[in-house]
């Protein structure tokens, strides 16, 4: 059985940072896409960022050079950092993962996810 376990959210400050980890059991995905979303009360979830084998990147406008996504396959984990945090950065953050392959900011290509974890930004 696949799990997703994300860690790290909280309460920060604006300007603050945070790094999210998100450790995947139950199989590898060494050469797939896995990613974050999140979704902030009232809205709909929304793409944040990806990452998929060999070293693609991909983000959502509203985080660019703010977040960085990375991995260690070696643990069969994505990390997401995240600088300069605004109060719109609040949401619930969700890890996701995919059995395709190939860079995806679609929701419905990723199988797996998380449970999430809560990101608040104070002002």
């Known amino acids: 059985q696949v799990q997703l376990a994300e860690s790290g959210g909280g309460l920060v400050q604006a300007g603050d940072s945070l790094r999210l980890s998100c450790a995947a059991s139950?199989?590898?995905?060494?050469?797939?896409?896995m990613g974050w979303f999140r979704q902030a009360p009232g809205k709909e979830r929304e793409f944040v960022a990806a990452?998929?084998?060999?070293?693609?990147?991909l983000y959502a406008d509203s985080v660019k050079g703010r977040f960085t996504i990375s991995r260690d396959n070696t643990k069969n984990t994505v990390y997401l950092q995240m600088n300069s945090l605004k109060p719109e950065d609040t949401a619930v953050y969700y890890c996701a993962a995919s059995g395709r392959v190939g860079i995806s900011s679609i929701n419905s290509e990723y199988g797996y996810w998380g449970q999430g974890t809560q990101v608040t930004v104070s002002s």
């Open positions: 139950g199989r590898t995905f060494g050469r797939n896409p």
């Open positions: 990452d998929s084998w060999p070293g693609n990147t």
